[in-house]
């Protein structure tokens, strides 16, 4: 990769910008409300923004890429079903708990709606979820920034080994999250989601309309590949018509309703943005704010992996081709798919197939072999900076909520009670050390899943899965009791490993893919295994709430105003203007995601 | 909280699509071969120009934002 003076300096002043951000924001930390929930004065547009950029880490834009590549824009279904309707539910429905409750964090509205182990179990698989995300997030980038050799050129002048680029884009990144949260805490990284937004959508944008120009719009790829590639539902009858493997069922309960819900509404991550809102009105708007672009950004991520695979391999030009100089690489470009290259064994030089004979393809290079290919130097630049801004927001998503979930949770729960303000606000700010150092080990611990997509959606299977059972008993149903709640939790959980240990993909060979107990059942795809492992925890879990629940000694209602559907005030917004009103937003989100729908049928 | 947003949003893309845009215009224009013959950094500099002045006059208009 050839980088001139104007692409550095973009990057360059990206960093000078978030930085400054940071610097600009210390003097307002002055109390751990002002550092971990940005003094709940966030206005509803900005929080929006930050909600779906938190989420738009690596794990989105490369790895959605590489499934709009590999399936085509049945990966819409991961926006369209596997996030908005969630979106709305969690606006319209959960946020009078979550913000009006002034709980600080989500493992803490389940100390006040249920009780201690409840919380404890949330907070701490919560801690530890974070981290690891955060690490896959950097380990992605380190390895993608060697990739596509960014550093190799200024390495090389300094005399440094090349070796040492994994680690230094680790620690480069690694430092400056850390530097702009500890300097602004949430609001730091709320304000640097927002900036990251916008860069991220400058830098791709150009790069779907070069890429749409090219092989003639929409129309261009569906000539070019087969119906499977651009249909979302049109297949989804059984896992043999689809690339997904899956069947509409497992499609609609597992990614629509468990796994989906169980992200959107309860994670804290995404839920800490809406939370630092200025208002009841704002905290209910930001999904529905946050689900507007949220639904158009598979046209930004899915259509680059598309458009990458329907590329007619005359236009592939060698210039676009990662590392020609490397052994095997030509090869790979020959075995590829338009711009996606074959996998290559590391150990042979050869080019990876799978048992009918067939290449493996390495889809996730999709979006940086795009940007090789369409982008010239300066506009590479911003390319390759919104790609650093995906990273970064990603990261720094989860360490502000691993920082509050840590203090506030574990910390002054069962470290130490009674503080200062001031002791918790400095606890915070080491935290931040502590959580960043902790995602950079677990950085290098991420190598195992080639996809890594599949690898967080296994995670969120056994973690999350059972969660949303648990918050919509608990906010729904004021019978459910604390015992019920930690039990069913419990239980869901193991559900989803005895599940996953018990079943396995097509294909796939024992172990971490699954069926590591033994085989009782084999899935058509490695996804509609995660599905269903996703479907069994969450039943599991609402069954077993509502069993313990029954034959346990419930909370008197007094105790549960604020907390419980059937106890608590609906806010009102009568006095709002139309366009502020959320269920109006939430409709006309409803009705545009259908539209999506219906078009790419 | 303190700070608008906008105006530093406004500002960073005020200032990269002015280098874009400039580079575009002066640069060597043989390399827009792979962007399929659009002049693609002065194109979308101009447009990121354009949305940085925008943000800069949202965010100077309703400083509470």
Same mark, same amino acid.
């Given at each position: 990769m050839n980088l001139t003076f104007i692409d550095w300096s973009i990057m360059l002043l990206y960093f000078v910008f978030v930085l400054g951000i940071g610097f600009a924001l210390k003097r307002f930390m002055k109390t751990s409300n002002d550092f971990f929930l940005a003094g709940r004065s966030i206005p509803a547009w900005v929080c929006g923004l930050a909600f779906i950029s938190a989420n738009l880490g690596a794990q989105e834009v490369i790895g959605m890429a590489a499934s709009g590549a590999k399936y085509g824009i049945a990966t819409s279904h991961f926006y369209w079903v596997g996030a908005i309707p969630a979106m709305i539910f969690v606006g319209l429905f959960m946020m009078p708990f979550y913000y009006g409750s002034r709980a600080r964090s989500v493992p803490e509205y389940l100390r006040l709606r249920f009780d201690e182990k409840t919380r404890g179990f949330n907070a701490i698989s919560f801690a530890l979820m974070t981290v690891f995300s955060s690490g896959i997030s950097m380990y992605a980038m380190a390895r993608l920034l060697g990739t596509l050799h960014v550093f190799d050129a200024p390495f090389q002048q300094l005399g440094l080994p090349a070796s040492w680029i994994f680690h230094v884009s680790i620690l480069t990144a690694a430092i400056i999250v850390l530097l702009y949260i500890f300097l602004g805490g949430l609001t730091s990284a709320i304000y640097n989601e927002v900036l990251q937004f916008f860069l991220i959508v400058a830098g791709f944008l150009p790069l779907v309309w070069l890429g749409l120009r090219n092989v003639g719009g929409w129309e261009g790829i569906k000539q070019k590949l087969p119906a499977a590639y651009t249909h979302s539902w049109a297949g989804m009858g059984s896992p043999e018509t689809n690339l997904l493997g899956v069947e509409w069922f497992g499609l609609v309960m597992g990614l629509g309703f468990v796994l989906s819900f169980g992200y959107w509404c309860t994670d804290f991550l995404v839920v800490q943005r809406a939370m630092a809102a200025d208002s009841m009105s704002s905290a209910r708007r930001t999904p529905q704010i946050a689900a507007l672009p949220k639904m158009f950004i598979p046209f930004l991520v899915i259509l680059p992996g598309l458009i990458a695979v329907a590329l &007619?391999? *005359?236009?592939? *030009? &060698? #210039? #676009?081709? +990662?590392? *020609? #100089?490397?052994? =095997?690489v030509a090869a790979a470009m020959q075995a590829g798919q338009g711009l996606i290259p074959a996998k290559i064994d590391p150990s042979t030089g050869q080019v990876k197939v799978d048992k009918d004979g067939r290449p493996e393809l390495d889809y996730d290079l999709a979006i940086p072999q795009m940007l090789l290919h369409y982008f010239p130097t300066g506009i590479l630049g911003l390319g390759l900076t919104a790609l650093l801004a995906s990273f970064m927001s990603g990261m720094a998503g989860n360490v502000t909520a691993f920082n509050t979930v840590w203090t506030y949770d574990i910390y002054q729960s069962y +470290?130490?009670? =009674? #503080?200062s303000d001031a002791h918790y606000l400095l606890v915070g700010r080491l935290t931040t050390i502590f959580g960043v150092a902790a995602s950079v080990l677990a950085a290098y611990l991420a190598t195992k899943f080639n996809n890594i997509m599949d690898m967080l959606q296994l995670v969120f299977a056994f973690v999350n899965a059972p969660l949303f059972a648990t918050f919509l008993l608990g906010m729904f149903w004021k019978r459910t009791t604390g015992h019920g709640a930690f039990t069913g939790l419990l239980s869901g959980t193991l559900a989803a490993a005895m599940h996953h240990g018990l079943t396995i993909s097509k294909g796939a060979l024992p172990g971490i893919k699954g =069926?590591? +107990?033994? +085989?009782?059942h084999t899935y058509p795809s490695e996804m509609a295994q995660n599905f269903w492992t996703a479907i069994y925890a969450w039943v599991t879990c609402f069954l077993i709430t509502i069993l313990i629940s029954v034959v346990t000694k419930p909370r008197p209602d007094r105790e549960l105003v604020g907390l419980v559907y059937s106890l608590t005030e609906k806010p009102q917004e009568g006095h709002l203007p139309w366009h502020k009103k959320p269920a109006v937003l939430a409709i006309v989100v409803a009705v545009l995601t259908v539209l999506l729908n219906i078009i790419f049928w | 909280m303190g700070i608008d947003i906008r105006l530093p949003i406004g500002l960073m893309f005020t200032i990269i699509g002015l280098l874009l845009a400039g580079y575009g215009l002066?640069?060597?224009?043989?390399?827009?071969q792979r962007s399929l013959g659009i002049n693609v950094n002065l194109v979308w500099g101009g447009v990121l120009t354009l949305f940085g002045i925008v943000m800069l006059l949202m965010g100077r208009k309703r400083p509470a934002g």
């Open positions: &007619p391999r *005359t236009d592939v *030009t &060698p #210039a #676009a081709v +990662i590392d *020609t #100089a490397q052994p =095997g +470290i130490k009670k =009674g #503080a =069926g590591w +107990i033994s +085989i009782l | 002066l640069g060597d224009a043989s390399i827009y």
